[in-house]
């Protein structure tokens, strides 16, 4: 087993306020882990904890170097979590679970085996959520399962649960997806734009035994918005004159065929305007259409701005010979 410099896998944990997990979680992960016969590392990012999760881990740490921490100056949020452990993971095989014990780690061989077929991408499926118990089922199964075929339909990429963190990622696609939001849901949507190829795998699951969950019910709401974010990002986001523009113009367009009507209307056969509550709308459509396809030229400004202060390619590339 090759313990030295470059570990082979790289499993990320993002942890907020789980003390009483981690001991139980690492008791149980890393002879998972250790029995897997590849070296590895763990990131455990520390999402401004107020317990003392991060001492415990710090605690581990000392004991087995293979554990390394990262702590964050304050609660970012799950998704940042996960970035900052991107940015870190050395491993050709990246592996991101929750610290909670919800995803048994004996999941994780599974998961790789999947990955040697050739997928870049291997997401689990949580095919027990039963087990969350019924007291969740309005407010978390329910939406979940509007979060799922809303996801799937809008970005065209089936698979049966996105909420899962349990889920395996080659390097690459690990390093260059970026993440903002409440994103990491939908790194399987936005990894397949790069065309990357992704499987699904049925994954255990269990309740939560220690500590509390840190998403309610508006999650759903941000999930909605941030869908719509990456509809726009994987569809639009290098043309957005092509979907501002064409909505302004079909606004300018309905709206001085309105008003072209209602100036007949006037001077051939003398009606008066004055009650015409078709005049404000050929006004506001007229208006609104030379706003958006303002916006839409902004837009391709900021798009701009935006790959090349990055040098952001506007491809991937799989690989290249020579
Ligand atoms: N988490 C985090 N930062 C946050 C919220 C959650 O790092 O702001 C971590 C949390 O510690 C857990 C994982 O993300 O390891 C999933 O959170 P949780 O179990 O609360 O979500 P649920 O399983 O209820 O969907
Ligand atoms: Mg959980």
């Keep these: 087993m090759n313990t030295s410099s470059t570990p082979e896998l790289s499993v990320v944990l993002p942890v907020y306020n789980e003390a009483e997990n981690i001991p139980h979680l690492f008791a ?4 998972t882990l250790e029995s897997i016969g590849r070296s590895f590392e763990i990131i455990a990012v520390d999402d401004g904890s107020r317990d003392d999760s991060f001492a415990r881990l710090a605690e581990i740490h000392q004991r087995d170097p293979r554990v390394r921490v990262v702590r964050l100056r304050r609660n970012f949020g799950q998704t940042a979590a996960f970035a900052a452990g991107f940015d870190r993971a050395r491993g050709d095989v990246v592996i991101t679970m929750d610290a909670d014990l919800q995803n048994p780690p004996s999941d994780i061989p599974r998961l790789l085996a999947k990955m040697e077929e050739g997928y870049d991408v291997v997401s689990g499926w ?5 087990k969350e118990g019924l007291g969740t089922f309005f ?12 996801i799937s339909t809008v970005t065209g990429v089936y698979l049966h649960d996105y909420g899962c963190s349990l889920k395996a990622y080659c390097r ?6 970026r993440l903002y939001g409440d994103m990491h849901r939908f790194v399987p949507a936005i990894a397949s ?5 992704i499987a699904e795998v049925p994954v255990d699951y269990r309740a939560r035994r220690y500590g509390r969950s840190k998403y ?11 869908l719509l974010t990456v509809r726009f990002l ?10 501002f523009g064409l909505m302004g113009l079909i606004a300018i367009i309905l709206g001085t065929a309105i008003g072209l009507y209602l100036t007949a209307l006037k001077f051939l056969y003398g009606v008066s305007l004055t009650e015409r509550p078709l005049l404000l709308l050929a006004i506001m459509l007229f208006t609104v259409g030379v706003q958006l396809v303002l916006m839409g030229l902004l837009a391709e400004l900021v798009v701009r701005t935006y790959f090349e202060s990055q040098n952001k390619p506007i491809y991937a590339v799989r690989e290249e010979l020579g």
Excluded: C, F, H, K
């Excluded at 949580?126 to 039963?130: D, I, L």
């Excluded at 978390?140 to 979060?147: L, N």
């Excluded at 734009?193 to 190829?197: L, P, Q």
């Excluded at 309610?216 to 941030?226: E, F, H, K």
């Design 28 to 31: 149980e992960l890393i002879p």
């Design 172 to 177: 690459d696609v690990a390093r260059e997806i």
């Design 234 to 243: 994987l569809s639009y986001s290098t043309r957005p004159i092509q979907i």
């Design 216 to 226: 309610g019910i508006g999650r759903t709401i941000r999930v909605i918005l941030d």
């Design 193 to 197: 734009y790069y065309g990357v190829s």
């Design 139 to 150: 407010t978390r199964r329910i939406p979940s399962t509007i979060a799922n075929w809303a």
């Design 126 to 130: 949580r095919v027990n959520r039963w």
